[in-house]
């Protein structure tokens, strides 16, 4: 049972543009939401992230959008840099910090 | 410098023997966790911790095992009755396990099973 989908595994972006990763969630009981960054054998670091009373955060160059309705939250990198190329993974908190994770999305940012 | 740490980075073992898996943090944190990724999937919890002495199994405990003696430290243990113990190990912490306390990751141990 898969709480948390990202359904694209990859997605290439070229430098400078808009890169938007998609996140679906199935559990209207959710009501926290995470972005990580993760790089090959490394741990996954902290983004950004929003509670369900919101529907937009942004920090920096990063952005995210929630939409309750539709159950679905959306990451968007703006300008995207090289050092954007990793695996986002998003993730939704489901009480005592248990978080479900999505499978994650490779973004690639070509020059 | 506060932070995670997981030891050893790469684990070799020879199926049907058990190892441990190490982790340390030194932000104060009170809450911490494991999770275990393979490829092509997200992560999954094994196991948490919100307080010394007390622990709760997560979705996939079954032949892992855990101990919270001290606040810093919350080691796993990766026993033969794993089935598929091959895997990238991550160890996590949050101030509390609260609502919104962002769970912070060490860098990962990669446990191969021969």
């Known amino acids: 049972d898969q709480q948390v989908k990202q359904n694209s595994p990859s997605l290439s972006v070229q430098e400078g543009r808009i890169s938007i990763l998609n996140c679906d969630y199935t559990?209207?009981?959710?009501?926290?939401f995470l972005w990580y960054k993760k790089y090959p054998a490394e741990g996954p670091t902290f983004l950004i992230s929003?509670?369900?009373?919101?529907d937009k955060n942004e920090d920096g160059r990063f952005t995210v959008f929630l939409n309750k309705s539709a159950k679905h939250l959306s990451l968007h990198i703006v300008p995207s840099q090289p050092g954007d190329s990793a695996v986002y993974f998003c993730?939704?908190?489901?009480?005592?910090?248990?978080?479900?994770f999505g499978q994650g999305t490779r973004l690639t940012i070509n020059p | 410098d506060g932070g995670i740490t997981q030891s050893p980075k790469y684990l070799f073992r020879k199926e049907g023997q058990n190892v441990t898996l190490s982790c340390e943090q030194n932000?104060?944190?009170?809450?911490m966790y494991w999770y275990r990724q393979d490829p092509g999937q997200g992560l999954r919890l094994i196991y948490y911790s919100q307080i010394v002495n007390d622990f709760q199994k997560g979705d996939i405990a079954e032949g892992y095992s855990v101990s919270r003696e001290k606040k810093e430290s919350f080691p796993l243990t990766v026993t033969s009755a794993q089935k598929n113990p091959t895997a990238f190990y991550l160890c996590?912490?949050?101030?509390?396990?609260?609502?919104?306390?962002?769970?912070?990751f060490g860098p990962g141990t990669r446990l191969t099973v021969l």
């Open positions: 993730a939704a908190n489901r009480g005592a910090q248990k978080l479900v």
């Open positions: 929003i509670s369900s009373i919101k």
């Open positions: 559990n209207s009981m959710f009501d926290y």
């Open positions: 996590a912490s949050s101030i509390v396990a609260g609502l919104t306390d962002t769970q912070y």
């Open positions: 932000l104060n944190h009170d809450a």
